[in-house]
Protein backbone atom coordinates (compact mmCIF):
# COMPACT_ATOMS: atom_id res chain seq x y z
CA UNK A 1 0.00 0.00 0.00
CA UNK A 2 1.27 3.77 -0.58
CA UNK A 3 0.11 6.89 0.86
CA UNK A 4 0.04 10.51 -0.22
CA UNK A 5 -0.49 13.05 2.38
CA UNK A 6 -0.53 16.54 1.16
CA UNK A 7 -0.75 19.50 3.80
CA UNK A 8 0.18 23.41 3.59
CA UNK A 9 -3.16 24.40 1.86
CA UNK A 10 -5.53 27.50 3.66
CA UNK A 11 -6.38 30.56 3.47
CA UNK A 12 -4.39 33.58 2.11
CA UNK A 13 -4.71 36.96 0.71
CA UNK A 14 -3.93 38.07 -2.65
CA UNK A 15 -0.39 38.30 -3.09
CA UNK A 16 0.45 36.23 -0.56
CA UNK A 17 2.84 33.14 -0.62
CA UNK A 18 1.87 29.06 0.97
CA UNK A 19 3.94 26.01 0.20
CA UNK A 20 2.32 22.80 -0.15
CA UNK A 21 3.84 19.54 0.80
CA UNK A 22 2.93 15.94 0.00
CA UNK A 23 4.75 12.77 1.71
CA UNK A 24 4.83 9.33 -0.39
CA UNK A 25 5.28 6.47 2.20
CA UNK A 26 4.54 2.60 1.98
CA UNK A 27 5.90 -0.21 0.02
CA UNK A 28 7.85 1.87 -2.29
CA UNK A 29 11.05 1.04 -4.64
CA UNK A 30 11.44 4.44 -6.10
CA UNK A 31 9.50 7.36 -7.24
CA UNK A 32 9.30 8.54 -10.63
CA UNK A 33 7.84 11.81 -11.55
CA UNK A 34 5.45 13.50 -8.99
CA UNK A 35 3.30 16.47 -9.71
CA UNK A 36 0.94 18.92 -8.34
CA UNK A 37 -2.91 19.35 -10.01
CA UNK A 38 -5.61 21.48 -9.01
CA UNK A 39 -9.35 21.56 -9.71
CA UNK A 40 -11.19 24.20 -8.98
CA UNK A 41 -14.99 23.88 -8.63
CA UNK A 42 -17.01 23.61 -12.11
CA UNK A 43 -13.80 22.96 -13.42
CA UNK A 44 -11.80 20.05 -14.73
CA UNK A 45 -8.18 18.86 -13.22
CA UNK A 46 -5.41 20.62 -14.12
CA UNK A 47 -1.63 20.17 -14.39
CA UNK A 48 0.38 22.83 -12.44
CA UNK A 49 3.34 21.65 -12.44
CA UNK A 50 5.50 18.16 -12.76
CA UNK A 51 9.36 17.10 -11.64
CA UNK A 52 11.08 13.98 -12.97
CA UNK A 53 13.34 11.65 -10.35
CA UNK A 54 16.41 13.71 -11.97
CA UNK A 55 14.74 16.88 -11.20
CA UNK A 56 13.68 18.35 -14.57
CA UNK A 57 10.50 20.44 -13.66
CA UNK A 58 7.62 21.13 -16.18
CA UNK A 59 5.28 24.01 -15.34
CA UNK A 60 1.56 25.39 -16.62
CA UNK A 61 1.97 28.74 -18.22
CA UNK A 62 -0.30 30.17 -15.55
CA UNK A 63 1.60 29.34 -12.86
CA UNK A 64 5.22 30.25 -14.02
CA UNK A 65 7.37 32.57 -12.50
CA UNK A 66 5.00 32.37 -9.22
CA UNK A 67 5.39 28.54 -8.81
CA UNK A 68 8.24 26.40 -7.80
CA UNK A 69 8.40 22.69 -7.68
CA UNK A 70 10.76 20.30 -5.98
CA UNK A 71 11.61 17.36 -4.06
CA UNK A 72 13.03 15.65 -1.40
CA UNK A 73 14.02 12.03 -2.54
CA UNK A 74 14.97 10.97 0.56
CA UNK A 75 12.10 11.84 1.72
CA UNK A 76 10.12 10.75 -0.73
CA UNK A 77 8.26 14.26 -0.92
CA UNK A 78 7.28 16.66 -3.10
CA UNK A 79 6.99 20.66 -2.75
CA UNK A 80 5.09 23.59 -4.11
CA UNK A 81 6.04 26.97 -3.45
CA UNK A 82 3.45 29.32 -4.70
CA UNK A 83 4.37 32.94 -4.54
CA UNK A 84 2.04 36.19 -5.89
CA UNK A 85 -1.01 34.29 -5.09
CA UNK A 86 -4.28 35.31 -7.24
CA UNK A 87 -7.78 34.25 -6.12
CA UNK A 88 -8.11 32.78 -9.62
CA UNK A 89 -5.54 30.07 -7.89
CA UNK A 90 -8.11 29.22 -5.69
CA UNK A 91 -8.78 25.34 -5.99
CA UNK A 92 -8.16 22.01 -4.34
CA UNK A 93 -4.59 20.97 -4.75
CA UNK A 94 -3.48 17.21 -5.62
CA UNK A 95 -0.18 15.84 -5.73
CA UNK A 96 0.33 12.61 -7.65
CA UNK A 97 3.36 9.80 -8.21
CA UNK A 98 4.30 7.21 -10.30
CA UNK A 99 5.73 4.87 -8.02
CA UNK A 100 7.29 1.28 -8.62
CA UNK A 101 6.79 -0.92 -5.12
CA UNK A 102 8.98 -2.90 -3.07
CA UNK A 103 9.39 -6.55 -4.52
CA UNK A 104 7.17 -6.31 -7.77
CA UNK A 105 7.66 -5.28 -10.86
CA UNK A 106 4.20 -3.15 -10.27
CA UNK A 107 4.38 0.58 -10.71
CA UNK A 108 1.14 2.66 -11.01
CA UNK A 109 -0.02 6.74 -10.67
CA UNK A 110 -0.99 7.37 -7.02
CA UNK A 111 -2.96 10.27 -5.53
CA UNK A 112 -3.03 12.19 -2.47
CA UNK A 113 -6.31 13.36 -1.12
CA UNK A 114 -6.45 17.06 -2.14
CA UNK A 115 -5.99 20.38 -0.26
CA UNK A 116 -7.72 23.39 -0.24
CA UNK A 117 -6.17 27.13 -1.19
CA UNK A 118 -8.28 29.49 -0.96
CA UNK A 119 -6.84 32.95 -1.86
CA UNK A 120 -8.91 35.92 -1.03
CA UNK A 121 -8.87 39.22 0.76
Known amino acids: QVQLVESGGGLVQPGGSLRLSCAAS????????MGWYRQAPGKQRELVAA???????NYADFVKGRFTISRDNAKNTVYLQMNSLKPEDTAVYYCNAHISLSGSYYSTWYWGQGTQVTVSS
Open 51 to 57: ITSGGST
Open 26 to 33: GSIFSINA
